[in-house]
């Protein structure tokens, strides 16, 4: 890179889940290939960069009193100040909460500071009307708009709003011997074919995909963190259901869910609601073959596109792909070279 590129500073505060593990992939590409490049997010991150510096910007006060006003109060007094200070152009990556990034991206901009913003969703999947107006202004005020699929990319560019896609990339470790191991035993043990990944959410229809996979007879692995009571309606489905389900109700760490994907494979994504899934990306990273309905960013992303959501249609696709499924997949994440081009080239476009 030359000595005139400016300064990139990425902005991501949730700390773990699919958003932030893209954002560390993409301050390590950008590091790693020489970009003055500096990583700003949670104290209580899972991970931190390879390359890229990191600095600790903001805290999730978890388990204190008040815990939502000292979120509220630590990102306005010291999340944004923090990024005010530095020279460069801001990259934020994912909603939060979208009137404090629109309070946020207010005062950046009054600054004269080059803002991208990369909201992942374009709908509002917590919250009501003043979340997502709030979310529409942010990408009105924003320098450029970052999406990851045709559908989103055709929405902005149809409100004239400049826009860039590029591809989904995630930070995809190698799985660890003890953790592969893991779930070498679980699989056996349980005989489980199948995958749903990620937090257990109302959206991505659980108890439609556990009866398909009773009507094929397979075994389905439900593990995720539970969202909105979804994962006391995947419990009770799966108590219902004659298949061999398990529904393990905790985030999962990012070495057992890479060890699982390369061990099992074969993940199942009937989403009503999705801008792109980070689970299907790092699927594809280990050899894993993914099934999704044809919804949103997904038609992009997944091996098999299921045209609905009714059981019969996922259990013939589930048992078509089990007939030609592979026994295990890539215990070592493909490098994705030209992805990686992908972000150096739009390098120009982010900072202009």
């Known amino acids: 890179m030359t000595e005139t590129t400016p300064k990139t500073i990425i902005v991501e505060v949730g700390g773990n889940g699919g958003v932030f593990q893209h954002s560390l992939a993409v301050a390590d590409v950008l590091a790693e290939s020489g970009v003055d490049v500096e990583f700003l997010g949670a104290s209580d991150a899972e991970a931190v960069p390879s390359y890229a510096q990191f600095t600790p910007v903001f805290d999730w006060h978890r388990g204190k009193r008040l815990r939502g006003l000292r979120v509220i109060a630590g990102f306005v007094f010291h999340t944004i100040p923090s990024v005010a200070r530095r020279k460069g152009t801001v990259w934020f990556q994912g909603s939060f909460r979208p009137e404090l990034v629109l309070l946020a991206f207010i005062v950046f901009r009054a600054l004269n500071r080059r803002v991208v913003f990369s909201p992942h969703n374009l709908f509002i999947r917590h919250g009501g009307w003043v979340q997502a107006r709030a979310l529409r202004a942010c990408l009105r005020l924003a320098s450029r708009v970052i999406v990851y699929n045709s559908a989103d ?83 009770e489905a799966a108590t219902r259901s004659s298949a061999r389900v398990i529904v393990m109700d905790e985030y999962l760490s990012m070495s057992d869910l890479v060890a699982l994907l390369a061990v099992v494979r074969l993940v199942a994504l009937p989403y009503s609601l999705s801008s792109q899934s980070g689970v299907a990306a790092l699927a594809h990273r280990y050899g894993a073959r993914t099934l999704g309905y044809a919804v949103g ?11 609905s959501l009714e059981p019969e249609d996922w259990s013939r696709a589930l048992s078509n792909e089990l007939d030609r499924r592979q026994l295990e997949g890539a215990l070592e994440p493909v490098r994705q070279s030209e992805d990686r081009e992908a972000y150096l080239d739009a390098l120009g476009s982010l900072h202009e």
């Open 153 to 235: 990319e055709t929405e902005l560019r149809s409100r004239s709003i400049p826009v860039l896609r590029l591809p989904l990339i995630q930070w995809a470790p190698e799985p660890s011997p003890s953790a592969v191991a893991k779930w070498r035993k679980h699989v056996r043990e349980h005989d489980t074919r199948v995958l749903s990944i990620g937090q257990i959410r109302s959206d991505k229809n659980i108890p439609i995909l556990i009866r398909a996979c009773e009507m094929s007879r397979i075994s389905l692995l439900i593990a995720g963190e539970g969202a909105g009571g979804a994962e006391v309606e995947a419990k």
């Open 297 to 307: 960013g997904l038609v992009d992303q997944v091996d098999v596109k299921i045209g």
